[in-house]
Each structure stands twice: as structure tokens, then as C-alpha cells.
Nanobody, 120 residues
């Protein structure tokens, strides 16, 4: 089994910054893509940003230029630096990772989510 644990959420004022972290642990042979998704109350979960093992990134249009995704492959950890936060960024943020375990069985795992609230 592969577990993902997120940290770094909280309450921040508009224009502020937060950095989310997500560490993967367990029977991990390799991790392909890692990413962040978010779900606001009453809305569907949506993609925020993804990053491949080679470092290629993809962002939702709503966060381009404000959010930066990065990863430390040696630590199986992905980060999301969020700058110039807006009230509409308020949501539960979920980490996702897919790869293979030591039996070379594919996995896709989700974290438990971390709350980000942007409010004055």
C-alpha cells in the first residue's frame, strides 16, 4: 500500500502565500505523475497542477502564474507553492500520485486532504 500525507494548509488573507507538502510512503518502486487537486463546497474536484517524474508541469488556467508545483524524487514528496491567494482558492486540497509498487503493480493513491481558506 502507498500512503500520501499532506500538510501546510491553513487560513491566509487574500494576497498571502501558503506552501503545501505531500509525502508518499509505503511499497513504492517508482512514482510517475504527482499532482494537486482541490474541491470547494458544492463543487466537483478539479485539477490544480501536476508534475511528471521528469519535471514536466501542467497547471489549471486559474492558477497559472500564481502557483508552482515541484517535487523531490528522492523524498517522494510533491510541493505546491501558492502565492497571491484569492478567496476563490478556498477549498480542500488533495494530493495524488500514481506509479508502481515493488511487485510492479500499478497504484493510484490520494491523500486525506488539507483545508486552505483564503479570507480577510
Amino acid at each position: 500500500q502507498v500512503q500520501l500525507v499532506e500538510s501546510g494548509g491553513g487560513l491566509v488573507q487574500p494576497g498571502g502565500s501558503l506552501r503545501l507538502s505531500c509525502a508518499a510512503s509505503g511499497s513504492i518502486f517508482s512514482i510517475n505523475a504527482m499532482g494537486w487537486y482541490r474541491q470547494a463546497p458544492g463543487k466537483q474536484r478539479e485539477l490544480v497542477a501536476t508534475i511528471t517524474s521528469g519535471g514536466s508541469t501542467n497547471y489549471a488556467d486559474s492558477v497559472k502564474g500564481r502557483f508552482t508545483i515541484s517535487r523531490d524524487n528522492a523524498k517522494n514528496t510533491v510541493y505546491l507553492q501558492m502565492n497571491n491567494l484569492k478567496p476563490e482558492d478556498t477549498a480542500v486540497y488533495y494530493c495524488n500520485a500514481d506509479g508502481s509498487d515493488y511487485a510492479l503493480t500499478p497504484f493510484g493513491s490520494w491523500g486525506q486532504g488539507t483545508q486552505v481558506t483564503v479570507s480577510s
